[in-house]
C-alpha cells in the first residue's frame, strides 16, 4: 500500500492504492489529506475488495499507518514498513504518473478520483503479465488484448 501526489484545481492531493503481492490491483482512493481520517477509509474500502484481511502490509512508514491498520484490520496483521519491500506498489505508480503528466492535474476532486479509478482498473484488465503468471509469446499476448478490447468495447455497448 502507498500513495503518489496528483495535482488537483491548484492543490496536491493523494491518491491511495494498494497492490497485491502478484502485483495486481487491489484498489484506489483519492483524498485531499494523507492522514488517519483518510487512511482508515481507504483500508475498509481495500478490505471489502478483497473480502478478507490480508496477513501483512508493507507501507512507507507514515505514522498514521500503524494506528489505522491496527484499528480497520486489527493487531494480527503484520505491518512491514520499508523503502525495498514497498517498490512494487511504488513503480506501479508509473502508469498513472505518465497519464496523469500530460493533462497537467483535474479541475476538481470528483473527476480526478472517478478518472484515477477508471484508469487504474482499465490498466489492471489489460495487464496481462500480472494475471497469466506463466510467459506468453507476443502473439498470444496480442490475441488476448484484442479478446478483451473486444469484450470491453461489447461491455460498452450494452451500457450506452
Known amino acids: 500500500m502507498d500513495e503518489t501526489y496528483i495535482k488537483v484545481n491548484g492543490k ?3 491518491l491511495y ?3 497485491d503481492e502478484d502485483g ?3 484498489d484506489s482512493r483519492l483524498s485531499e489529506k494523507r492522514n488517519m481520517d483518510a487512511a482508515q477509509p481507504f483500508f475498509k ?9 490480508p496477513q501483512q502490509v508493507t507501507t512507507d ?3 498514521s499507518y500503524p494506528r489505522a491498520i491496527g484499528e480497520t484490520m ?3 496483521v503484520l505491518h512491514r514498513t520499508s523503502a525495498y519491500l ?3 506498489i511504488e513503480q506501479d505508480h508509473r502508469g498513472i504518473k505518465q497519464r496523469y503528466s500530460s493533462m497537467h492535474g483535474f479541475g476538481n476532486v470528483v473527476s480526478a478520483a472517478r478518472f484515477c479509478r477508471a484508469f487504474d482498473e482499465l490498466r489492471q484488465y489489460f495487464r496481462l503479465h500480472a494475471t497469466t503468471k506463466n510467459a506468453i509469446s507476443l502473439a498470444q499476448r496480442r490475441q488476448i488484448f484484442r479478446e478483451r ?3 470491453l468495447h461489447e461491455l460498452i455497448m450494452l451500457v450506452s
Open 24 to 26: 495486481n490491483l487491489v
Open 12 to 14: 496536491w492531493c493523494y
Open 17 to 19: 492504492r494498494a497492490v
Open 86 to 88: 514497498n517498490n512494487q
Open 149 to 151: 478490447l473486444v469484450a
Open 45 to 53: 474500502q481495500a478490505i471489502a475488495v478483497v473480502g478478507h484481511t
Open 61 to 63: 512508514g507514515h505514522r
Open 74 to 76: 486489527g493487531n494480527d
